[in-house]
């Protein structure tokens, strides 16, 4: 209809022609297949008909109230999705009528006080247009909220509802704009800090820790570029960071450790420092910090924790195995993000608990544990890199990393060598982090010291790694492709040509290649995309080949150095009865090759 419209054929619109009638209702338009084009084309007959306060109520009423099982699908899905891409639509004149009648927003939000949980499709209807609303209208939205009592409690009573929390996420974005500065402040007198983190009881389950966890991650991440969020502060606090730690020691093992962690992880983050600190003590570390190392030796106890003979085994493509478990996955994680922090008094705590001895024992007891190697590799490289010359020593020496290393890679070689033996799936890391051994003991006399004492080190050096490095190293086919293809080296690349005589395409300089030797299922291959079965153009085909191979010759004679090339003996091509070849210089698969003579030495 737009292009009538646009070029003077203008025959008018359903839409037109319904609004020119006196009795028409809500429901009419919205079967009308060309609604959303007129709403978005603003038709202003329509919008006037859309920003009515009744009509305003009906569309909420749509995307708020559950329909009824008897309702057929146009109240069910229909009406739904079409009110709510109304009110989401981003026009000016309806985002104001919104809020120029109060009890509409009262509709709205009403919404988020029913019981959980909300109906799936409407949840997600309500949330987007709240969130266009208050986009669109921020000052006022966050008003509004203030003055409804209890808005934010209702929004955290579906934490399991993703559409709510992501607007719960937006209302605290709005502190980044200028219309919604001081919604932080707000956002810390509703007891939203205090609620999340009662929600790691223990006894309320898996999932609301879960969901409470993830909201608490969400919030930090929406509040990672600002270094003074009140929200941030409230959760980072000496009450509410000894009340994590309590509901995560409590159980052991469980579910509210492996999220609660999961919070404490991302907190620590905010914490990392690019030098490192060896001036500041343990008494002026920041709560969250402290806290952590004051309770690092129960986590550890729970790290070390046998699994035991009861414990579940997977069955995997290479047997059997015990599992080390997310919980403990978690805790190396935790002792991770707290040595990247670079602080020197938190690494000499952490060097009293043995923790440099207990993640390597794991690393190599859970050899096809990646998410552990991972994290493992990044404690080491962390190390290596960082500026504590102390802590390189008491994990290169004192826990015993270059003979752990030699070992592995023996115990790698003898495993590889037996039959359907496989590598070990530590080994990728353990090549970094002897990479990172090596360069670091070239600036540092003590670990090249340590290094060259160690007579297994050397020998696997200058074999496994050596045959590693090598490898990683070697050229990709043989040469190394320039920007528009082939590389001006000649030499090489006439050598990769030499070197491997069962190459089926032949490459040349100009970017044109032959044909040898190539039939498949007795289809002949063709460099024409545009070629048929025709005998024509065959032939003109092998006369285009043909006169390229001569243009080639010819500039190869000028641009390129002579090679001697010896000749081959001539040979006498048999047709077998299966297949005939249609090109005398094509030899398929199907044909036999007779030497006529003895065969002589040739240089491809």
């Known amino acids: 209809m737009s292009f009538w419209k646009t070029f003077g054929f203008n025959t008018g619109s359903v839409i037109d022609t319904l609004l020119d009638s006196e009795d028409y209702t809500l429901e009419q338009l919205l079967e009308e297949e060309e609604i959303m084009q007129e709403t978005k084309s603003q038709n202003k007959r329509l919008l006037d ?21 008897s309702d057929d699908t146009s109240r069910k899905f229909k009406y739904p999705f079409l009110a709510c891409e ?90 980044d704009t200028t219309e919604g500065a001081g919604t932080l402040d707000w956002l810390c007198t509703t007891g939203l800090i205090p609620h999340l983190v009662s929600k790691f009881e223990p006894s309320l389950g898996p999932d609301v820790h879960e969901n409470a966890g993830q909201a608490l991650v969400d919030i930090i991440i929406v509040s990672m570029n600002s270094s003074s969020s009140p929200l941030i502060a409230q959760l980072e606090s000496q009450e509410h960071v000894e009340t994590l730690f309590k509901f995560i020691l409590e159980k052991g093992l469980s579910s509210s450790l492996l999220n609660g962690l999961t919070v404490l992880i991302e907190l620590l983050r905010r914490h990392v420092r690019e030098h490192h600190d060896d001036e500041t003590t343990l008494d002026q570390l920041a709560p969250i910090l402290k806290l952590s190392v004051e309770n690092l030796n129960p986590l550890i106890k729970l790290l070390s924790t046998n699994p035991g003979e009861n414990t579940t085994t997977l069955q995997t ?12 996955l978690k805790i190396v994680e935790f002792i991770s993000a707290l040595f990247i922090t670079n602080k020197l008094c938190i690494d000499e705590e952490l060097v009293k608990t043995d923790i440099l001895n207990i993640c390597l024992d794991l690393f190599f007891t859970y050899p096809w544990n990646n998410f552990l190697h991972a994290i493992v590799e990044i404690i080491i490289q962390s190390i290596l890199e960082g500026e504590n010359e102390k802590l390189k020593l008491t994990l290169v020496q004192d826990a015993r990393l270059i ?25 990728g890391h353990l090549t970094a982090i002897s990479h990172s051994l090596i360069n670091i003991a070239s600036v540092t006399p003590a670990i090249e010291q340590l290094l060259s004492e160690n007579n297994g080190w050397d020998q696997f050096v200058k074999g496994e790694l050596s045959s590693i490095r090598e490898r990683e190293n070697r050229t990709l086919a043989g040469y190394v492709p320039s920007e528009y293809g082939i590389t001006e080296d000649s030499e090489n690349f006439h050598e990769f040509d030499e070197e491997d005589d069962d190459n089926d395409i032949v490459f040349e300089h100009g970017g044109a290649y032959d044909q040898h030797d190539f039939n498949a299922e007795d289809n002949d291959f063709r460099l024409d995309p545009d070629d048929d079965d025709s005998d024509d153009d065959d032939e003109d085909d092998e006369d285009d080949l043909a006169q390229t191979k001569q243009d080639d010759s010819e500039e190869d004679e000028e641009d390129w150095p002579e090679k001697q090339i010896k000749e081959e003996p001539e040979t006498e091509v048999k047709p077998s009865v299966a297949t005939t070849a249609e090109s005398s210089n094509v030899v398929t698969p199907a044909q036999e090759v007779v030497p006529t003579e003895p065969p002589a030495s040739t240089t491809a």
Request: net charge neutral.
């Open 49 to 69: 008909f859309f920003v009515q306060p009744e009509t305003l109520k009906k569309l909420l009423y749509y995307i708020t109230v559950e329909p009824e099982e």
């Open 86 to 175: 109304i009110l989401a639509s981003e026009i000016w004149a309806i985002c104001d009528a919104m809020y120029s009648n109060p009890g509409l927003l009262d509709d709205l939000y009403s919404y988020f006080e029913k019981d959980p949980p909300l109906h799936p499709l409407l949840s997600s209807y309500t949330s987007r247009v709240a969130c266009v609303l208050l986009s669109k209208k921020v000052s006022p939205t966050i008003n509004y909220m203030k003055e409804r009592k209890g808005v934010v409690d209702h929004f955290l009573k579906h934490l399991n509802n993703g559409f709510v929390m992501e607007l719960l996420l937006k209302v605290i974005s709005c502190e």
């Open 317 to 328: 493509t290479t047997g059997k195995v015990v599992p080390l478990g997310f919980e403990r």
């Open 403 to 427: 003979q752990r290393i030699v070992d592995a890679s023996k115990e790698n070689d003898e495993e590889s060598a037996k039959p359907r033996g496989f590598r070990k799936g530590y080994m």
